[in-house]
Nanobody, 113 residues
Framework: QVQLVESGGGLVQAGGSLRLSCATSGRTFSSMGWFRQAPGKEREFVATIIRSGGATYYADSVKGRFTISRDNAKNTVSLQMNNLKPEDTAVYYC????????WGQGTQVTVSS
């Protein structure tokens, strides 16, 4: 059974930084990504990284501020978030890309203005 466990969220002021981590088990994914869901909004794509070669892709809203990385040996994927904005406030989830139907509990990121 696939397990996705996100961590690293918190409360930060605008302009600050956070680093999210995701531990995966039960399966190896060719690509992994981060998604987020703000209150009252649909879950949206944030970033993805390809296992082989390490190519990365980002949503326009986070490009230049967020960096996704992965450790294939440890089956972890991380998201370094810099210059955070209040509109980045959301619950952040990791999953394969495209995502499976099963999701972890997510990690809350709150950015105050």
């Amino acid at each position: 059974q696939v397990q996705l466990v996100e961590s690293g969220g918190g409360l930060v002021q605008a302009g600050g930084s956070l680093r999210l981590s995701c531990a995966t088990s039960g399966r190896t994914f060719s690509s992994m990504g981060w998604f987020r869901q703000a209150p009252g909004k649909e879950r949206e794509f944030v970033a993805t990284i390809i296992r082989s070669g390490g190519a990365t892709y980002y949503a326009d809203s986070v490009k230049g501020r967020f960096t996704i990385s992965r450790d294939n040996a440890k089956n972890t994927v991380s998201l370094q978030m810099n210059n955070l904005k209040p509109e980045d406030t959301a619950v952040y989830y990791c999953n394969s890309t495209p995502p499976l139907n099963d999701w972890g509990q997510g990690t809350q990121v709150t950015v105050s203005s």
